[in-house]
Every structure is written in C-alpha cells, then in structure tokens.
C-alpha cells in the first residue's frame, strides 16, 4: 500500500505550511487569543482564501472536494503551530453534518459562508452527566405546527461564543438514554431563547455553555432525519476523532522538535543535557510514541471511508487509545526534560501540553475507548 502524499496533497501540505509560519508564531498566537471569542478572524480569513475552509466539501457545492488525507494533512499543520481557529468545530464537524445529511437547501444557506470565512458553526452536543455518551440526549425538540421547539441545556460547546450557528442535538421521542429518537437542528445563534455563558478552556480554546429556553426553528432546521440521526451523529463524531489524531500528532512531532532543541542548548555540568544517555532515551522513547501514534492516525483516516459503521468505529476508536498513550507520554516526558520552566506560561511546551490533555479527553478518552475496542473482540 502506497503511504505517500500526491502531488496535490504535498502542496496542500508545503500551503499550509508555510501560512502558519508566516503568522502564527507563539508570540502572534498569544495576541490572538485576547481577541472576542479567543480567536484570529484575520488567520481565518487567510485559511479562507487558501481555500482550506472549502476543502471537504463537494465541488457542486463551492468547495474542493477533498478527502480524509487532505483533512489530516490540515489538521497536523494545525496542531504543529497551536491554532486556536475553530476549524474543527465549524468545517469538520459542523461541514460533517451538512455533507452528509444536509439538503439542498441548507447546503446552499450555509456551506458557501464556511468556504468564504463569513460563518463558523459550533456544535452543541454535550449535557450535564452525559459523559461520552453521544445517544444521552435530554434536550428535547417538541414539534409546533410545522417546525420545532427547543429546550435544553449544552456545554463545553466550542466555539460557542462566536458561532453564527450551533448544531443541536435534541430528543424528539423516547427516554434520556434511547438510541432512537434523537434529532440534529440548526439553530441560528442570536434565536430567541438562547443563552450563553463564555469562557476559556485550559488549552487557549473559548467554549460556551448554552442554554435554550423555547427556541423556535421551522420544520428546514432538521438535518436528516429528526427521530433518528444517531448513526448521523456517531458518524460527523467519528470524523472529528479521526481530526484530533492527526491534530495530536502535530502537536507531538513539534513537542518532540522543540524538546529537542532544549536539551540540545541547556547546560547542566558545564554541558548540554542532551549528551547524558539517559536523556537521549527519553528522547529516543518520545520519537517511537510520535510514530506509532503517526501510524494510527493514518490507518483511523483510512477506517474513516469504511462503509460499515462498526468497524469504521471500531477501528477508529483503537486509534484513539494509541493516540492517548502517546500524547501523554509524549508530553509528560516533555514538560519533564525541559525542567520548572515548562510548567510556565512563558514557555510554549506547557500550551503544547495542554491541547494534547484536552485532546485525548475530546470524545472519548483512552480507557473508554479502550473499553469499545474490548467489548467488540478487538481490532482484529
């Protein structure tokens, strides 16, 4: 099986590239995380412009049609250089959703402002006690005339602050934890009835608890079908899983760089740590973590165009579990070769630190994944 990169995605990949070292250095990402909703609309415009917000979307529709392996060559870029965008929330999730059960319609209202940069979505998934159980869904849709009434709360929802429209996940039948009968709607952000507290997560990222009190939406805010989207839903959730491995090997392969580079200039003894042997095994441990999480994002970015839910699931949470492991070995060896100061907030490892924590804790952590990789026989 071929492993490299076309053509096309090696430009992708040296594009993006060079736009994130062009502006977003640590001391840029900094400034833009002080800005209203924790983020550059500046950068965004400029990932705009490149097109990288038109990516996954069909060419009928205004995008470029690309793949799994295009997405995971943007997500690492993104992950190397710490972007705070809400690139996952808006074109892989909140894209997810409409590329796959949008109808025309919402396609034509909504995905040719993701491509120009003009609207970013957030999807609002998340309740109180529901963990990482994506069918605990006690936000209910009740219907009224022809359209919806929404009511419920959400949290952690990111890029909650700034979406111009969230992705709801709402019951329109049954009890809190039945599979069936949980709808998806797009409800605009400034409907009435909805509210929002703001804040920022540990990693530099804003997220939003909403609540919705009687919010009104006709009967064109279903995506899909509104009594039973949970295959829908599992599925975009999938995706982003498959977005945050290849975002965390990003972020391991710059940990690992800049490590590195620290032991390689910090003196101890009169000499670079980095010519203790024990040191140069630790480092030599961290690279073989990077890639066997690297080998693991690429086979989840495969599994995530398996036609069979199951093993597309499956596969996709094994990749999960290694990611876990890496991303934590990775970054607590680290924040421990780089001393006190890489508990600071000066230093960037800390930051490095922080989103690969919160990624392994983004659907799903590694010992639940590990539990569905158990429960179905295994990966193989």
């Not at 062009?22 to 833009?32: A, I, L």
């Not at 989103?355 to 539990?371: A, K």
Request: charged fraction near 25%; include cysteine.
């Amino acid at each position: 099986m071929d492993f490299d990169l076309t053509e096309e995605q090696r430009l992708l990949k040296d594009s993006i590239d060079g736009l994130l070292t062009d502006s977003y250095d640590f001391e840029s990402r900094k400034k833009y995380m002080k800005e209203k909703g924790g983020w550059s609309k500046a950068v965004w415009g400029k990932l705009a412009e490149q097109g990288l917000l038109g990516l996954p979307f069909a060419e009928a529709d205004g995008g470029f049609g690309g793949g799994g392996v295009e997405t995971m060559i943007v997500m690492e870029a993104l992950g190397k250089a710490l972007v705070l965008e809400p690139y996952l929330a808006t074109v892989v999730i909140g894209g997810g959703f409409l590329r796959h059960a949008g109808s025309d319609a919402q396609k034509a209202a909504h995905v040719p402002g993701i491509v120009d940069g003009s609207k970013t979505l957030a999807f609002a998934q998340l309740e109180k006690n529901s963990r990482y159980d994506l069918f605990d869904v006690a936000t209910t849709a009740k219907k009224k005339g022809d359209g919806w009434v929404i009511d419920g709360e959400k949290f952690v929802v990111l890029n909650g602050e700034n979406a111009d429209t969230l992705i709801v996940t709402a019951r329109t039948k049954g009890n809190r934890r039945d599979t069936t009968g949980i709808g998806v709607f797009l409800v605009p952000a400034n409907a009435k009835g909805v509210t929002k507290k703001s804040y920022p997560t540990q990693d530099g990222l804003h997220a939003a608890d909403i609540t919705l009190t009687g919010v009104e939406v006709g009967a064109d805010a279903a995506i899909g079908n509104p009594d039973d989207s949970l295959a829908l839903i599992e599925r975009v959730v999938d995706e982003a899983r498959v977005a945050l491995c290849a975002e965390a090997v990003g972020l391991m392969d710059e940990s690992l760089k800049t490590t590195v580079e620290y032991i390689k200039t910090r003196k101890q003894f009169g000499v670079a740590i980095g010519s203790f042997q024990s040191l140069q095994h630790r480092a030599s441990d961290m690279f073989v973590a990077a890639e066997q999480a690297r080998s693991m994002s690429m086979f989840a970015t495969m599994a995530g165009d398996f036609e069979d839910a199951k093993e597309r699931s499956n596969a996709i949470a094994a990749a999960k579990v290694q990611i876990g492991k890496s991303l934590k070995f990775v970054g607590q060896q680290a924040i421990q070769l780089h001393g006190g100061i890489g508990m600071t907030m000066e230093a960037k490892i800390g930051h490095y630190f922080k989103r690969l924590t919160m990624i392994e804790n983004t659907f799903g952590d590694t010992d639940y994944h590990q539990r569905r990789v158990a429960d179905a026989g295994g990966l193989v």
